[in-house]
């Protein structure tokens, strides 16, 4: 009896193990939606997952659902919105490709490394795998008085060293994450075999030209801004850098559905430029015809709102003035030929006998500028 | 190679506006095959705080066009659009990698496009230049058949028109203190702007 409680504690203890083994993130989904999700997907893919992703990944009940974010979650990654193909599911499912290959395996700096000995895709090298590519430097070691290691490097664009992973063989079987320490002696003591000095350690590693390893136990990165920490995280989604990065765009925002009566062109405000001097005062003129305004309806009124700017430059001064019109008429006027619209600036006293000026004027989304040399 | 670089800058297709009827006016040009399209772009330095930046700012494009029933006849149009601008963020350079830049302008151009797009719909046409050209059978050159026929929409919305034997418009950079301010077209003493809103360019001069 007493054996067959402790076969049945046994048998109980396992089972919890084996549901700890096989955690689901998916609390409210379907089997198939699990598989066809979490385990599919979610389980090579996890380490370009957001947060805010993982949590709304965890509240999947079923199929539709999945896909749906399945594809929000490529498109919110596309490198490039121009082209059809979407870079960079392209590129991350050449990543799992390459760990379901152990393309690693038979390079001749990484020998015999299998992803797979290394816990697969929940592995350190894989997590690193999948969230930088292949890297650009590797070099594998194997120690009689330090454990074996394995170095990934990734360059930056200027050639220096921008992430230096190091792994080292745990109990002989995988290959886990080392992380640097400020202390290069406490590091070659993690790394060395039992009962060994660490004069050993570091001379051996000498000897057979590791010292990128030293190297990397210490440092992580030519660049003092980046910390392991930094790599780690997933890559922000393009569409999200897009919006952070891209330039901001200004522009006229044409009032089209307000416009009741509206000029003949499109970004043109056809005018009369002239400019009068008397006593050594300049005055500038526009003449508009109403016809040639766009018009909007306010309080039962046509409005039309009008900017204009002048500068004139005389020697060293430069006289400048901005008006906001905002010129009242009916329709009646406005289709009448005659109707006239005009504008004098502020007089002022010259000092040179050539002076230049600009004009700008703009209505809606429609503009008009003169530059004039004006001789006394 | 000037060309080249700039035709980057080519729409898809937007349909051309028509221009209007009167006495001086130029021909209708619809129908009309697409050589070439560019962009009218200016660049500006301004500063902002510490920072400066490079601005960049569409105020129209030109385009030359050939007539499908007369292969050896060409217009060169130019089109004015509500200018646009477009102000670059200020960034921490050393923080982004170069991948996040490509990406940063993949996605830009593509809203470049739109708003390109968009603009034309608001454009105007104010210069046509039409002329035939044909092969010197000695040489094989490219020569001039016949006189230049010149359009342009003068700045109180009429079009003054001038059949020369010479290149008569003349294409000049306007600029404001130290910006560049658009391009001036001229046709003898008219002449029509084509030019940003300086206060689009925002940032201290």
């Not at chain 1, 009962?195 to 660049?223: C, H, K, P, R, T």
Request: with cysteine; glycine share 4%; hydrophobic share 40%.
């Amino acid at each position: 009896m007493r054996h067959q409680i402790k076969v049945f504690i046994l048998i109980v203890f396992l089972l919890i193990l084996n549901g700890c083994a096989k955690k689901v993130l998916m609390k409210y989904a379907e089997t198939d939606t699990i598989k066809m999700c979490e385990e599919n997907f979610y389980s090579k893919f996890y380490m370009h997952f957001s947060e805010n992703e993982k949590n709304e990944f965890k509240e999947i009940k079923t199929l539709g659902e999945c896909q749906i974010f399945i594809d929000t979650f490529w498109q919110k990654r596309d490198t490039d919105p121009s082209t059809s193909e979407n870079e960079y599911k392209t590129l991350l499912e050449k990543r799992v490709e390459d760990i379901e290959k152990e393309v690693l395996f038979q390079n001749m700096d990484t020998a015999g490394f299998a992803f797979k000995a290394s816990d697969g895709f929940k592995g350190d090298p894989a997590k690193i795998y999948m969230l930088h590519g292949a890297p650009d430097f590797t070099k594998k070691i194997e120690g009689h008085t330090f454990v074996n290691l394995m170095v990934w490097i990734y360059g930056d664009e200027n050639g220096k060293h921008r992430y230096r992973f190091l792994f080292y063989q745990k109990n002989s079987i995988q290959y886990v994450i080392f992380w640097p320490q400020w202390n290069g002696w406490i590091a070659i003591e993690e790394i060395s075999k039992d009962f060994v000095e660490l004069d050993a350690v570091y001379e051996e590693l000498i000897q057979n030209e590791g010292e990128i390893f030293l190297i990397s136990m210490i440092s992580f990165s030519d660049n003092s801004n980046i910390t392991p920490d930094k790599a780690l995280k997933p890559p922000k989604p393009a569409s999200e850098i897009a919006k952070e990065l891209a330039p901001k765009i200004k522009t006229e925002t044409p009032k089209t559905e307000e416009i009741v009566v509206a000029n003949s062109f499109n970004s043109t405000i056809p005018a009369e430029f002239s400019y009068e001097i008397t006593n050594d005062k300049l005055i500038l003129k526009l003449e508009i015809k109403h016809e040639d305004l766009d018009w909007i309806l306010k309080n039962n009124e046509l409005v039309s709102e009008l900017f204009i700017k002048t500068i004139v430059w005389d020697k060293d001064q430069k006289h400048e003035e901005e008006h906001n019109i905002n010129i009242v008429s009916t329709k009646q006027k406005i289709t009448e030929k005659n109707s006239f619209f005009f504008f004098e600036s502020k007089p002022i006293t010259l000092e040179s006998e050539i002076v230049k000026a600009s004009i700008y004027i703009k209505n809606n989304q429609k503009y008009n500028s003169w530059i004039e040399e004006i001789k006394r | 190679m000037k060309i080249l670089i700039l035709a980057m800058f080519l729409l898809q297709e937007p349909a051309l506006l028509p221009i209007q009827q009167g006495p001086n006016n130029p021909p209708s040009v619809n129908g009309w095959k697409k050589v070439t399209e560019i962009h009218l772009e200016l660049k500006n330095v301004i500063k902002s705080g510490e920072k400066t930046m490079t601005a960049t700012s569409i105020v129209g494009s030109f385009r030359v066009l050939q007539n499908p029933e007369l292969e050896s006849e060409f217009v060169f149009m130019v089109s004015k659009y509500p200018p646009l601008t477009f102000v670059p963020q200020l960034l921490q350079s050393a923080e982004n990698t170069r991948d996040e830049m490509v990406v940063a302008e993949n996605y830009f151009q593509k809203v470049k496009q739109e708003k390109l797009k968009e603009m034309i719909k608001f454009s105007d046409t104010i210069l046509l230049i039409k002329w035939r050209e044909s092969k010197d059978l000695r040489t094989g050159e490219t020569i001039l058949l016949g006189p230049i026929e010149n359009w342009l929409l003068n700045q109180q919305g009429k079009w003054i028109f001038e059949s020369t034997n010479d290149k008569t418009i003349k294409r000049e950079l306007v600029s404001e203190e130290d910006l560049l301010l658009g391009f001036k077209f001229s046709l003898k003493e008219n002449y029509h702007i084509l030019r940003l809103n300086m206060s689009h360019l925002g940032g201290e001069k």
